[in-house]
């Protein structure tokens, strides 16, 4: 008889059991009830499917798997994830709807949103970073698809300009979204996302913008809104003139020793200046220009050996077009030039002078250091956009009306909340990134068991200290 000396293979029996994640419906759950949600949307449709159950839906496969609609559908439309959400089978079209019907109101539930956070949460202040950037949009029907800067790096791709309000550090929690043209530049735009929120933000609260939106008529907004702004400015003659030219260091006071940053601060009657140098920002600057001055110099070399060979042009420095015709007349200093001196002439045609410098505005009185700080750390709304575009994955957007992209953003926006505020009541999770969020709470799995009684068994499996720490309130009731 043959001694067996290994296991056998169990037989795999198919069965009716499903898993699915279950730590993201939870987190979504929890906070749609804490901010009272079914109030904000539940107004705006009273038939049909309950559309409070098809947002939760919506916004929880955003941070589960977030594909599709298409593919959100398949994923809500089986028994046990529908039971879930109090839902009947339903077709694609009825996520469609409900995208629509968030679109066209999309204005009103934020401002609803705004309500329910600052009714709940008691923030310690309404400092606010403003930003915005551009989201690449698939499909021609949307009259909000235009083309424009692009900072997604699609300049072939029609966009929509989105702006983002977050209350500043250590807050960081989103409070208002605005949607515009792709066309839309961020000086106009601001009008929209500044409205939007200067009614939850209390009088003196500082109000922070970058340099692409600042100009005279927002600005004074914010002051008739009885608020403080600190914004960056382009460096200009008069700058040169004043500051930059007789610049010393030993006279200025040093603001930043690790990345060598001095600055001088100047008074007008109705703002400050605060003009900086960096060192390390003068290093990368003129980095940048030394390799264009290789860059243009190569450029002169190359057509200048065409010259001497007798050839034409290269290719790459002509006009490529059969519909445009072009003679060309050209030649180099380089004949009459040394390599050090044509390298000279480019460096004086690059550099201006002011390299390492940059310079901040404000009608509140700030130290240098104070400003810069300030200014610095609203970094983190870009961290926002980070996360909206690549965990969240509200790019590309591929639904067509303009109310289904403006209902997409806002399922975006939820779940951005969502995130932003688990990291904000976490103190622990405060530098978690909203990947690790979601994979976290992704890997808390539900099996619906089906007994041979007929009746349906539970299994939660793969608690984490992550999941365990967002849901804890929640594990009691399962």
């Not at 109101?105 to 930003?131: G, P, S, V």
């Not at 072939?156 to 979204?177: F, H, R």
């Not at 043209?181 to 109000?207: I, P, W, Y």
């Not at 008739?224 to 010393?248: C, M």
Request: proline letters at 3%; aromatic letters at 10%.
């Amino acid at each position: 008889m043959k001694k067996q000396t290994s296991l056998r293979t169990e037989v795999i029996t198919p069965n009716e059991n499903i898993s699915f994640p279950i730590g993201t419906i939870l987190a979504v759950q929890k906070y749609y009830l804490r901010l009272g949600l079914s109030r904000v949307f539940g107004k705006h449709k009273d038939r049909g499917r309950d559309i409070n159950s098809l947002v939760k839906a919506l916004v929880s496969y955003r941070l589960t798997e977030n594909q599709s609609i298409t593919k959100a559908a398949l994923w809500t439309n089986r028994k046990e994830v529908l039971d879930t959400f109090n839902l009947q089978s339903f077709e694609q079209r009825t996520f469609y709807r409900a995208l629509e019907t968030i679109g066209n109101n999309y204005l009103e539930i934020i401002a609803d949103i705004q309500d329910a956070l600052f009714q709940t949460y008691d923030f310690e202040h309404t400092n606010a970073n403003l930003d915005w950037t551009s989201l690449v949009l698939y499909g021609d029907k949307c009259p909000l698809g235009k083309y424009g800067y692009s900072r997604d790096h699609r300049p072939d791709k029609k966009q929509i300009a989105v702006g983002v309000t977050e209350l500043a550090k250590p807050i960081n929690v989103p409070i208002g979204m605005t949607i515009r043209a792709g066309n839309v530049n961020d000086q106009v735009h601001f009008n929209d996302t500044f409205n939007q929120v200067k009614r939850c933000l209390r009088e003196g609260s500082m109000v922070v913008i970058d340099q692409g939106a600042n100009r005279r008529e927002n600005l004074e907004c914010v002051e008739h809104s009885k608020l403080k702004y600190l914004t960056a400015r382009q460096i200009n003659k008069s700058d040169e003139a004043t500051w930059i030219k007789g610049f010393d260091k030993a006279g200025a006071e040093l603001v930043d020793e690790n990345r060598g940053v001095y600055g001088l601060k100047k008074r007008f009657p109705s703002r400050f200046n605060y003009l900086y140098f960096s060192e390390q920002l003068y290093g990368q600057q003129m980095e940048a220009k030394t390799r264009k001055v290789e860059r243009l110099l190569r450029e002169a070399e190359t057509i200048q050996q065409s010259l001497e060979n007798n050839r034409g042009l290269p290719k790459r420095y002509r006009i490529n077009n059969p519909l445009i015709d072009c003679e060309y007349s050209y030649q180099t200093k380089l004949a009459s030039l040394s390599e050090s001196e044509a390298r000279a002439i480019l460096r004086k045609a690059s550099i201006t002078g002011r390299e390492g410098f940059f310079c901040l505005v404000s009608n509140k009185d700030l130290t240098l250091r104070e400003a810069l700080a300030i200014y610095r750390e609203k970094d983190s709304i870009e961290k926002i956009f980070h996360s909206l575009k690549n965990e969240v994955e509200i790019k590309p957007l591929r639904v067509w009306t303009e109310a289904g992209v403006c209902g997409a953003l806002i399922i975006g926006f939820l779940a951005q909340l969502f995130i932003s505020l688990i990291r904000f009541e976490h103190q622990e999770m405060k530098h978690t990134s909203p990947k690790s969020i979601k994979i976290g709470l992704s890997n808390l799995t539900v099996t619906v068991e089906k007994q041979k009684t007929g009746r349906i068994k539970r299994i939660y499996s793969n608690f984490n200290p992550l999941s365990t720490v967002i849901l804890g309130q929640n594990y009691a009731k399962t």
